[in-house]
């Protein structure tokens, strides 16, 4: 039962209005409780829509809402939008689906493990433009197989700012933290 109300969390948080940032009549924007990055915004709508795998066709106007919602967001971070990762996990553990909007730093104490960092630096992360696509192509998102996620998150851990390939997490956190102090690529990807 704990679970399920942690499974849930997100669907408490935005009817919170202490925790929105901005609102629309179709989604609302908060900040990650625990953020993986300096800067992690969650966008969520007011639709029940579990996750990507239940999108369709008819969604397009609520996806450019939530992306549009999200842009605020990131207009408050003094960053400029290329320096953000824009996305959706393929196998979510919160319901409600919820656009992740992370700042491509990924310095964080709440980042602890390199699953945390695969989530959000493989394609475990379906890219928000890639979704839009596959809505209009097809009118869905085909959801992977769970082999796949595996091997997903399993992924030898690389740098997303350089080459640098490191062989344990700790290492790859404090080269992450030397970027940080030295200034982040706003190029990478």
């Known amino acids: 039962m704990a679970s399920q109300a942690w499974a849930d969390g997100l669907i408490h948080a935005i009817n919170n209005k202490a925790k929105q940032l901005f609102v629309s009549d179709l989604a609302v924007v908060i900040k990650d409780k625990y953020p993986k990055a300096l800067h992690h915004f969650l966008v969520l709508p007011w639709k029940d829509i579990d996750s990507v795998y239940d999108l369709s066709a008819e969604d397009n106007v609520l996806l450019q809402d939530m992306y549009e919602l999200g842009m605020k967001a990131v207009g408050t971070s ?39 960092w695969n989530a959000f630096n493989t394609e475990f992360l379906i890219k928000h433009e890639y979704v839009i696509e596959k809505l209009h192509e097809r009118g869905s998102v085909d959801r992977p197989s769970m082999q796949y996620i595996m091997q997903l998150l399993e992924t030898p851990l690389q740098c997303n700012q350089c080459s640098f390939r490191p062989k344990k997490w700790a290492d790859l956190k404090l080269h992450l933290q030397q970027h940080v102090e030295t200034g982040f690529d706003s190029t990478a990807s």
């Open 78 to 116: 003094g960053l400029a939008p290329d320096r953000f990762d824009y996305g959706y996990h393929m196998k979510p553990s919160m319901r409600r689906l919820h656009l992740h909007i992370i700042s491509k730093d990924y310095h964080s104490p709440c980042l602890s493990h390199r699953y945390h």
